[in-house]
């Protein structure tokens, strides 16, 4: 499978080390303020922030700050708290994300909700209430990243009507990731009828592309003063780009390595997530195949004998190679755009680096 063949990740450390510093001074004032209020809600936060810090590509961040600098923006210390603010938001989702997957398990460690679940079930709590409360505590650290990543926009000092612009942009974001969020979970119900490769696009284009990557370019690129014009090429640039990214994330999602991803590689199988990868194995597969996979996509107990079997089965069928052949088509469409844009020749490297490196990642 050639996504697992992954590329070197484009070097980012000194950017890395400076937002993760960043992250560090918000999280300590945070904490600060949340121990007045409680002890408790203190220690969420601490919670929040080592699952935060313990892993994650800040490419939301880096977005960012590429698109502002490389549009001749010269506020270095407003725009990395933009950056930062983003990261934060990208935090909230995954919580929330975490929470609707059932998973307890983020970065290579648990994530808040398994944190919390674990505390719980020490203190006697039946399993499946552990689970409950630890779940309702990652819903609200989620809310209180949302918080956070406001905060930073507030207070970068930008001026105001450029702030006014870049929560406009995020909040119309939020708006739409939570209609492609919804279509995802909705077209997981084995009771739905399976949607249409139309239906699994659209979800990649709000789930993902929008987030992940329209909009932290998008951000910086206002921040810096950009026309219409720009807008519009990065904006194509980043919806053919997160497309890309969702297919080969749903790729990792069968034939990723745990170690590497850093969070369970059976969560799709069992959740039975509608994908393009199973849209086109269903598509594909002969009554026996067919049959195969409807017995363990799905399956709650299905567990890694059966994840071997679905891999080498989907990839049987040919959608393995369907979906590595489309990410191709929309990272070519992706570059394309970005040749239209005024960006810097430094920053327009790094983006075409960053690109190849998100769809032929192995992680």
Not at 36 to 61: C, H, I, S, W
Not at 180 to 203: F, R
Not at 220 to 246: R, V
Request: glycine share 8%; aromatic share 8%.
């Amino acid at each position: 499978m050639k996504t697992l063949s992954s590329p070197s990740a484009p070097d980012i450390g000194a950017f890395t080390t400076r937002i993760d510093a960043l992250l560090r001074d918000i999280f300590a004032d945070a904490i600060d303020r949340a121990r007045e209020l409680d002890p408790a809600y203190a220690a969420l936060l601490e919670v929040m922030q080592t699952q935060l810090l313990r892993g994650g590509k800040r490419l939301r961040p880096r977005l960012t700050y590429l698109a502002y600098n490389g549009l001749g923006g010269t506020n270095d210390p407003a725009i990395m708290r933009i950056a930062a603010g983003q990261e934060l938001i990208h935090q909230y989702l995954l919580l929330h994300d975490d929470v609707i997957d059932r998973d307890l398990v983020r970065h290579g460690g648990p994530n808040v909700a398994g944190v919390y679940y674990d505390q719980f079930k020490k203190r006697g709590v039946p399993d499946a209430e552990a689970f409950h409360y630890g779940a309702s505590f990652a819903l609200l650290a989620g809310n209180s990243s949302f918080a956070l990543s406001l905060e930073a926009v507030t207070s970068s000092r930008f001026e105001p009507d450029k702030q006014v612009a870049a929560m406009a942009c995020i909040n119309q974001m939020l708006f739409e990731i939570m209609g492609g969020q919804l279509l995802d979970v909705y077209h997981a119900i084995p009771t739905i009828e399976p949607p249409t490769v139309d239906q699994l696009l659209q979800i990649a284009r709000y789930k993902t592309a929008r987030y992940s990557f329209e909009t932290p370019l998008e951000v910086g690129a206002l921040l810096a003063g950009a026309n219409e014009d720009e807008l519009d090429s990065l904006k194509s640039f980043a919806i053919s780009l997160g497309i890309a990214f969702q297919l080969t994330d749903d790729l990792l999602g069968l034939y990723g390595d745990e170690k590497s991803l850093g969070k369970p590689v059976t969560s799709d199988m069992t959740e039975g997530k509608q994908t393009l990868l199973m849209h086109f194995a269903h598509g594909n597969a002969t009554p026996a195949q067919a049959k195969t996979i409807a017995s363990i996509w799905g399956n709650r107990d299905a567990g890694r004998p059966e994840l071997e079997i679905m891999k080498d089965l989907v990839r049987a069928t040919g959608a393995t190679g369907q979906v590595e052949e489309l990410c191709e088509k929309y990272l070519a469409q992706s570059l394309s755009s970005l040749k239209k844009s005024k960006l810097s020749d430094p920053t327009r490297s790094e983006l075409i680096a960053i690109a190849e490196f998100c769809i032929h990642r192995n992680f």
